[in-house]
């Protein structure tokens, strides 16, 4: 009977400490905020104006109008946020892994009617002075999911948003009337102006090293120029491996026939991209090169100093250690002008020897 009583107050102390207040709604699964925007275009218009409605609603909509298609954009969502996204949109499980996890190489893969796009994101982040720990460029992904009614956007990271490519497409209704693909465009052709712009900040890091490097006073730290290097080998993996997707895509049935002009546009540009990059390589090689150079020509000109010092140095050493030997004999020991003679020897002698350093460069 007690042992039942004890039992009874234990359950209801633990049923008043887990009962929710009254009124309060049980925590939602998934992450609703990863949702940025959702709306239905159709004759190079939006539908409904700037008001978002559900992806259930859009692609119930998009399906029953034809020519429409579904843009929904997503932040860093979870999986059970992706789920009942891929029910709606009939999207493969791996496209929902590949999409929640991010982080992944620009690349193209189609799996069924859908043709996932992966590109990634960089913005250059200012600073005042290039140092040995300094961010230079950061980077993230988006993955730009294509069906024939619908284009999802998944965004990782803080980089990229794309909320001012989704207001330009909306003001370009030539383009948006190519449909879903007219997403893709969008995007890929942003990502490629952000790496334009990083570039072109880079290129001015660059020169301020160089103008460090030649320098008439320079300082022996290098540590920055590293640094440099390594930002650089990350933008590299965000520019470079995106040509062949691109081109990829040029060659897929797919793409409206209308694109590939634009799209041409965007490869022609990423083409310049990479080449600047790839000239950021072999001039920053170049300045390490220098730079390396200069410091194995200091050190040299260091220890040449030191050298001619030790010589200086070693004439008095020498005259003190032979008249400092205890020996009975020797001349100039019993002279009361000897210690006057070996302080002028070891001045004349270590002055010749002076002289004849500095003029000829080690001093």
């Known amino acids: ?12 102390f633990l049923g008043t400490i887990t009962r929710r207040p009254d009124g309060e709604k049980a925590t939602r699964a998934g992450n609703p905020d990863a949702i940025v925007d959702c709306a239905v275009y159709a004759g190079g218009l939006r539908h409904g104006g700037a008001a978002q409605v559900s992806f259930t609603d859009a692609a119930r909509l998009a399906r029953r109008r034809r020519g429409a298609f579904v843009w929904l954009g997503l932040h860093e969502p979870d999986l059970a946020t992706m789920r009942p996204v891929a029910e709606v949109f009939g999207l493969h499980d791996l496209l929902v892994e590949q999409a929640v996890a991010g982080g992944h190489r620009p690349g193209v893969q189609t799996l069924g009617e ?7 994101t960089a913005r250059y982040v200012e600073h005042d002075r290039l140092t040995a720990t300094s961010e230079v460029v950061e980077t993230g992904d988006v993955t730009v999911l294509i069906g024939p009614w619908f284009a999802i956007t998944v ?27 007219s997403v893709a465009y969008a995007v890929g052709s942003r990502m490629v102006d952000s790496y334009l712009d990083v570039a072109e900040h880079v290129e001015r890091d660059l020169e301020r090293i160089e103008e460090e490097t030649f320098a008439s006073v320079r300082t022996s730290e290098f540590a920055h120029i590293y640094q440099l290097k390594r930002e650089m080998v990350e933008f590299k993996r965000a520019v470079l491996p995106l040509s062949e997707p691109l081109s990829v895509l040029l060659k897929s049935a ?37 730079r390396l150079a200069q410091v194995s020509v200091d050190q040299n000109h260091d220890m040449r100093k030191i050298a ?35 302080i002028a020897a070891m001045s004349l002698i270590g002055g010749g020897v002076y002289h004849r350093l500095k003029k000829s460069g080690w001093l």
């Open 308 to 342: 001619a010092w030790a010589a200086i140095a070693a004439v008095p050493t020498v005259i003190a250690g032979i008249f400092g030997m205890n020996f009975e004999e020797m001349p100039g020991l019993d002279s009361p002008y000897g210690f006057y003679v070996s």
């Open 155 to 181: 965004r990782h990271g803080p980089v990229g948003p794309l909320w001012a490519v989704r207001n330009e497409l909306q003001n370009r209704p030539e383009v948006l009337r190519q449909g879903p693909w």
């Open 254 to 290: 797919e793409l409206p026939a209308g694109l590939r002009p634009y799209l041409e546009d965007v490869r022609g540009r990423l083409a310049r991209a990479v080449d600047r990059v790839g000239s950021f390589d072999d001039l920053l090689n170049s300045i390490l090169q220098a």
């Open 114 to 120: 859908v043709t996932r796009l992966v590109l990634r």
């Open 1 to 12: 009977m007690r042992r039942r009583l004890i039992s009874g107050v234990f359950q209801e």
